[in-house]
């Protein structure tokens, strides 16, 4: 119960790793404030309140900025503050770079990149009052080491690393930190549909030898939430089972 009294704001809540992730706060303690911009993010929050754990829910979508403080307010309306920030909403629109059209181009940094931007500047005006705050940032292996049929994502992915450590260096003096973790491949509805030839392919490089799983992503951002980790801020930390190293 180390996250006892603390609360927690997860995007991209409703399923896959997001879910995963506030699964793991809520059990360490945390309140846990829900989001999604699906109606899936209702069941889900059933899901947790019938495990026992305090939770709210809030549908919304994170490159809207007024949904954004609908988000956060949710968490000090209903727990007085808000200590826990894990930018995970993320969505893909892959193409071949020259095919790609300039929506599909917009929509995914709209979400993907410009959603953190969002909802760190909205919870870092809080955390700042209360001289301490966890960020957290999803991005991927995409974006360290780019990925062919994935401009728009693997550069959103690139300017959550630039994100993160700005973070870091703006309000580390106040006792917040930001940290980025970058998966590789990791069982969910978004790699489900991936071909399974690119998959085995993956899978020779992985040192570990299996993909990993919500749990192991879940685990490593406990750490990044935990006063554990108060002395790491403006790190990268790759979750891919020894893929890039
Ligand atoms: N699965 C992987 O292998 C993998 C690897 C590296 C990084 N990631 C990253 O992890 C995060 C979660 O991935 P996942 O595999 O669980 O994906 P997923 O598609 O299963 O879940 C994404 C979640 O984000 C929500 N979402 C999408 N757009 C949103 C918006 N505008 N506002 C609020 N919520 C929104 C969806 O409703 C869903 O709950 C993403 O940022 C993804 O890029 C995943």
Redesign the pocket.
Known sequence: MQLKGKTAVV??????????IAFKLAQMGANVVL????D??YK?AEEFKASGYNVVAV??????PD?VKQIVKAATDTYGRLDILV??????KDKPMLMMSEEDWDTVL???LK?AFNCTKAAGKIMLKQNSGKIIN??????RYGNKGQAN?SA??AGLIGLTKTTAKELGAKGITCNV???????????EVLPDELKQNYLKNIALGR??T?ED?ANVVAFLASEDSNYVTGQVID?DGGLVM
């Not at 995007?11 to 995963?20: F, N, Y």
């Not at 549908?59 to 809207?64: C, E, R």
Request: net charge positive; charged share 15%; glycine share 16%.
């Open positions: 995007t991209g809540a409703a399923r896959g790793l997001g879910k995963a989001n999604s911009f699906s899936g993010i889900t549908k919304g979508d994170v490159s809207k949904d930018n995970n909403a993320g969505i893909t709209n979400i993907n959603g999803v991005s991927s292996v995409a974006g994502y959103s992915k973790i970058t998966p590789g491949l990791i069982e969910s509805d978004m790699t993909f990993g919500p992503v979750i």
